[in-house]
């Protein structure tokens, strides 16, 4: 390979943190970690204990925290965590108004000193955020995308792995749609070893999956109370960068700009994407049935709604 990737990560925060620690431990490159002038000792202090960590376990890559977008500027992956975390109580559409004056201060930036990136955005609300993202950016449908779909798909695994006894491994699912309460876990889609696993499972033992796997994120922010999921979201968010760093060409859910597939246009919603060097390489449409088709058009009316209150 040729010379180091650069990543730069935009939020110091929770997801940040981890996002810098797990981009060392991949070795995706060189990480600069960006929050804003009263998080300055936050990302200075979380690049130094990250480096210090390098340093046991043989890294060759560096983190530096700063402050200052010129450090950011010319970075290969972004990834925005920039924003307010749910509280208790609270909806990630909740989070809209603060988010989204966060957001057009750093999609702008991203803009200016970051024109060739590949960005994932990971701030809620999700799919109103990467829209907004997409449109002050102006950057290309490749460019751009939201991390939910990894992590939804993560959660609907882990319970399933829970409920039969097997390993974590061995189990293929898919949960499209936005992510929210209303996201659409694939169960026709969905595999254990090879084995649909609408016949491993009962109906109502299925639906309980279904319906904590929606409210997985609502599950942490209760346990956390201060904020919401960390350790999860970004191991999400950086299995995305790596398909994108070494080229793996994954097929992951993940939110990505719709230009009439599933029968939507000109929003950005969780579907299969390719992601490999050249970004989101394909969106994949897949066959639904009429019933998969009527609960991804509720979740999309979902996603529409909020979107239709973003004002750039
Ligand atoms: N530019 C850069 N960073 C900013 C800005 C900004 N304009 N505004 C706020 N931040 C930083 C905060 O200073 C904070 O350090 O974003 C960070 C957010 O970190 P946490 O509060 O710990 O939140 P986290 O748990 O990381 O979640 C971040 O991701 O999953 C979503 O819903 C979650 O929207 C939330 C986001």
Redesign the pocket.
Known sequence: MGSKQKIGL???????GNLALLSMQKQLGDVVL???P??EG?VKGKALDINQLAAVDGYDCRVTGTTDWKDVAGSDVVII??????KPGMT?ED?LEV?LK?MK??ASNVKTHCPNAFVIN???PLDAMVYALFKITGFKKHQVLGMAGVLDTARFKFFVAEALNVSIRDIEALVLGGHGDDMVPLLRHSTVGGVPLTELLRKDALDAIVDRTRKGGGELVALYKT??A?FA?AASAIAMAESFVFDRKRVLPAAALLEGQYGIKDFFMGVPVQIGAGGVEKVIELQLNDAEKAELQKSFASVKKTVDEVKL
């Open positions: 935009i939020g110091g925060g929770q997801i940040g960006y929050d804003i009263a998080a936050l965590t920039a924003g307010m975390p749910r990630r989070l988010n966060i201060d750093v990971v701030a809620n904020g919401s960390y979201p």
